[in-house]
């Protein structure tokens, strides 16, 4: 990379995003100090066109990632994992195996406690919260003797994240959802959007504070009870949503999630794709593919066609477009308009291209005819390419993670020293369960914790209108680890007893 001193203006921009740090700004002035390997970051953050490639075909390539790297003797690629060493590129390191990993990240597996030895599904609740839980049991499990306190818990802190396969734009991140009960009422928000899926927060403990609270936990409720909710997006799409099922956007029920980005898409099925058309585009809202500049295509043998399309280069052949209605999620309404130009010496007469969206829900073939683009019906290799994407599609279904917190009060029916519980969760001495659900419990303080409302019994989540959701919990553990916790020995009953006391 050349640095264009007239141009540079010293914002250092570029210095903030160098990978390797070789970019200083001395005296105002961008300087390249040390071993570039024309990762381009730096060209795709200056704002003054300062900066200029220098290809370096002295150095290898490294092809492990899009970027392909050119990498000086001596010296690390980009993302400092693989390693020019006399001339060849190599990563850089050795393998670990599981047993060497597994005493870094400390993972301490009690088979003893890995189930429940009942469910705090139906046992009621102890209010106030020093009492000890509804059923405190203990029975033998391999010899041993363990211990389950269950409760069902008033919590508070309230969440449910919704994931809706779906391409399609719903709104960027931070916009409010609403729901129309007796007014406008804010029930959440647009989540970072994940692989595939959009995300929605339902509720959380400042909506469930606000004046829209019972608004939004009675909405939490009937969708934990699998009821269809009618939601809006600000600024964005009405959604109908009911989990378990395909998600409904302004009135389309949607019904294949994309097979990956449009880049993944080439990546996955570049030989199907090699010779159905002279060029493919993938549209799509993450990162839209121009097949031929792919460097799956050119390992084909493929050469670049000639079309050159919108959108912010990210490496050969991924490109990111505005996200918007359009096909694949992006602001294309028309697939033509992809397109910024044609090379007619490359792109000749009577060639073909294809534009598709990642799930092959909408497509188009054309012909190139006295200098424009000709829609015609597609041959039967690109219909089998369609169907090959569309099979490889998952069906689209909305699914929901209830996030809670049970670090406060509710450790109350299980010890008399609530810090002591806290830390053997975290030391794998205790297992939670979420109506017998093993949940994921998030690293830190406290005991936050995500668990997946298709796996739990239905009708087993309650709301008070407090409002706060009331939540089966299992705390299972060894007796001596009972003990240690200064938990409520004096109520611990056999499991016989228990079963014999339980009328459905």
């Known amino acids: 990379m050349r640095v264009d001193k007239d141009k540079c203006k010293g914002c250092g921009l570029c210095e903030e995003v160098c990978p390797l740090e070789v970019i200083k700004v001395i005296e105002k002035k961008a300087n390249i100090e040390g071993e570039c390997v024309e990762c381009k970051a730096c060209l795709r953050v200056c704002p003054h066109e300062a900066l200029i490639p220098e290809a370096k075909e002295e150095y290898p390539k490294c092809e492990a990632c899009p970027i392909m790297c050119r990498i000086p003797e001596g010296a690390y690629g980009a993302c400092k994992r693989y ?80 994931k ?10 931070g916009k409010r959802v609403f729901v129309r009960r007796k007014g406008k009422r804010t029930i959440g928000h647009v989540c970072t959007e994940q692989y595939g899926s959009k995300i929605i927060s339902i509720g959380g403990v400042n ?28 600024d964005g799409p009405q959604l109908e949503i009911c989990i378990g099922e395909a998600p409904i956007i302004n009135g389309v029920r949607e019904e294949l999630m994309r097979v990956g980005c449009g880049s993944a898409t080439i990546g996955l099925f570049a030989p199907y794709m090699l010779k159905i058309a002279d060029e493919i585009i993938i549209l799509d809202g993450h990162i839209t593919g121009l097949f031929s500049e792919h460097p799956a295509a050119r390992y084909l043998g493929k050469e670049r066609s000639g079309i050159y399309i919108k959108g912010d280069k990210s490496t050969e052949g991924r490109y990111f477009l505005p996200k918007g209605k359009g096909w694949g999620g992006t602001n294309i309404e028309d697939p033509l308009e992809v397109i910024s130009s044609v090379d007619p010496n490359k792109f000749k007469e009577g060639m073909t291209l294809l534009i598709t969206e990642t799930t092959g829900r909408k497509f188009a073939f054309y012909k190139f005819k006295n200098g424009k683009f000709e829609k015609e019906q597609p041959p039967p290799s690109v219909m089998q390419f369609i169907e090959l994407l569309r099979q490889n599609c998952e069906e689209s279904r909305v699914s929901a993670v209830f996030i809670g917190g049970i670090g406060g009060s509710a450790r109350g029916g299980v010890t008399k020293n609530p810090i002591k519980l806290t830390n053997a969760v975290h030391e794998g001495k205790v297992t939670i369960t979420i109506g017998g659900v093993k949940p994921f419990i998030f690293p830190g303080g406290g005991i936050n914790f995500i668990v997946d409302v298709t796996k739990m019994k239905k009708d087993s989540i309650y709301m008070a209108p407090t409002p706060s959701f009331i939540i089966p919990i299992e705390y299972t553990m060894r ?21 014999n006391r339980n009328v459905d």
């Open 83 to 162: 390693f020019n060493e006399k001339g060849k590129i190599i990563r850089k390191g050795r393998v670990y195996t599981y047993e060497e990993i597994v005493k870094i990240i400390n993972y301490k597996k009690d088979p003893i406690i890995e189930e429940p030895i009942i469910t705090g599904i139906g046992v009621g609740t102890t209010y106030p919260d020093f009492r000890p839980s509804p059923i405190i049991v203990s029975a033998l499990k391999d010899g041993v003797e363990v211990i389950t306190a269950v409760t069902e818990a008033p919590l508070s802190y309230s969440a449910l994240n919704l």
């Open 164 to 173: 809706i396969d779906t391409d399609l734009y719903i709104g960027s991140e």
């Open 207 to 234: 909506i469930l504070t606000s004046k829209d609270g019972l608004f939004a936990a009675k909405v939490m409720l009937e969708l934990i009870q699998r009821k269809k909710v009618i939601m809006e997006v600000e």
């Open 479 to 499: 007796r001596e680890t009972f003990e240690e916790i200064g938990g409520h020995i004096e109520v611990i009953k056999k499991l016989d007893e228990v079963l």
